[in-house]
């Protein structure tokens, strides 16, 4: 996790998300926990930053208690099911009190807050045979309003509470609220901000699951259709939320635990974060490495080439070869290269220098680059590609269907800095000509 503290990292992500809006979504029962006044101590520190931050708010935990206060029964709680006139009156008083609570919040950091009747509600109406009666949908955004507040600094609170034409209210799912709002305005980030720590897909790694740290939307929606019942209660419905909002423009979305203190802070200001990432299929790209990364590059291998993983490069030598070098970004940052040299007088090439993050392993990255560049040597017309190893050599086997070769695979040129080296590497190598 990213410590606040590391100024250097923050001010990495600041100039991507100055005059930016980020839109927080807020479960109710995030508002009654402990770390809520850090929570919005970091909003405090987004402003002070330039971000614009629209802050949306749940009220199910609210209208629970309410509702055991008061000895009434609900119809539902989340703003998805039926919405009878008694919940809607619950749900009323609590949204009320999370908006207002959410206000002195915002006031006691010195940030100025206000709720507007920002959201144009219609009833959901009668759904396979029964009507959803005072749950709503949202109908309209009033932009205006919002970007006319964020504006002037003042970050708006939006509560999940619609209005019609004719003045009558209807409950909404805040969720949706969030996805609505984001949509609309642009958002650079949509931010869910819950009591657990973000999707979690069933596992033998915790007795809660396996973290889901990152997706791109299309494995997002694989997960809804393969796996949607194997997962935890409302963490499903914040999934489905999540890929409605890609869908809809929004680039990144964020599921985290919102107890974590400093939490928002590490999700938003470091590449790993805390929670899980559903992220436009351009988030992560492979692309060719220019002269400007070459400091990255050199920095980026450095742990490898200590461990005797890679042979050492200078500076001098990546830039000389640096039209041979890609690398794998996430949210514009390198987090992992490769190389592919040409041997056309042999009719070959190496792949050389496959490296990964540490903090990004096991997430198949290298495997991508590995098939990125036999794609590469495929389209340049080579027959086969080689690599050397000396401690990886298992998953280039395993993974990239690589068999062992012998010396004499290497082109002349190669075969003579391989004995110079005596680095006694195993050499690999893969027919192109072949299928797969």
């Known amino acids: 996790m990213l410590n606040p503290t590391d100024l250097r990292e923050i001010l990495r992500y600041v100039p991507q998300f100055r ?12 508002v009654e926990d402990g770390n809520f006044r850090n929570l919005l101590l970091d909003v405090a520190l987004l402003r002070s930053l330039n971000v614009d931050v629209v802050l949306v708010h749940g009220a199910a935990h609210q209208i629970a208690r309410l509702a055991e206060q ?7 709680l989340e703003g998805t099911g039926v919405t009878d006139a008694t919940t809607l009156q619950l749900a009323l008083t609590a949204a009320t009190r999370v908006t207002h609570e959410l206000l002195e919040g915002l006031h006691m950091h010195d940030l100025r807050g206000v709720y507007g009747n920002a959201l144009t509600a219609h009833p959901a109406g009668i759904l396979f045979g029964v009507d959803y009666q005072w749950t709503g949908r949202v109908e309209r955004v009033d932009v205006d309003l919002l970007r006319g507040l964020v504006q002037r600094g003042v970050v708006p609170v939006v509560p999940p509470i619609g209005c019609d034409g004719e003045g009558r209210s209807y409950r909404l799912n805040s969720d949706s609220v969030a996805v609505e709002v984001a949509r609309v305005l642009g958002a650079v980030k949509l931010i869910f901000v819950g009591t657990y720590p973000g999707i979690q897909l069933p596992g033998h790694e915790a007795a809660e699951g396996k973290l889901l740290r990152q997706a791109s939307i ?13 997962l935890p209660t409302g963490q499903a419905s914040k999934l489905e939320q999540a890929v409605r909002a890609v869908k809809g423009g929004v680039p990144r979305v964020h599921v985290i635990d919102g107890r974590v203190e400093m939490g928002l802070l590490a999700e938003v200001f470091s590449n790993q974060g805390i929670g899980t990432l559903i992220h436009s299929n351009e988030y992560q790209a492979i692309r060719w490495a220019t002269r400007k990364d070459v400091r990255a590059l050199f920095t980026l291998i450095q742990e490898s080439v200590q461990n005797d993983e890679l042979v050492r490069r200078t500076r001098a030598e990546i830039e000389r070869q640096i ?4 690398v794998f970004e996430v949210d514009r940052n390198i987090v992992a290269c490769a190389a592919l040299h040409p041997y056309t007088e042999s009719n070959k090439a190496e792949v050389a220098c496959v490296c990964v993050d540490r903090r990004f392993e096991n997430r198949g990255i290298g495997a991508k680059l590995v098939r990125y560049a036999e794609d590469q040597a495929r389209e340049r017309g080579l027959a086969q590609l080689f690599l050397l190893s000396t ?10 269907g690589y068999v062992r070769g012998t010396p004499d695979d290497l082109p002349p ?6 004995d110079r080296s005596g680095r006694q590497s195993l050499v690999l190598v893969k027919d192109l000509r072949l299928p797969g």
């Open 413 to 418: 040129s190669r075969r003579e800095r391989y």
């Open 19 to 30: 005059e930016k809006t980020f839109v927080i979504a807020l479960d109710g029962a995030v």
């Open 391 to 400: 401690q990886a050599f298992n998953f280039f086997q395993q993974k990239g």
């Open 323 to 326: 039209d041979d070098y890609f």
């Open 218 to 230: 299309d494995e997002a929606e694989a997960i809804l259709r393969q796996r949607r019942a194997d």
């Open 70 to 76: 008061t000895h009434q029964k609900t119809s539902d």
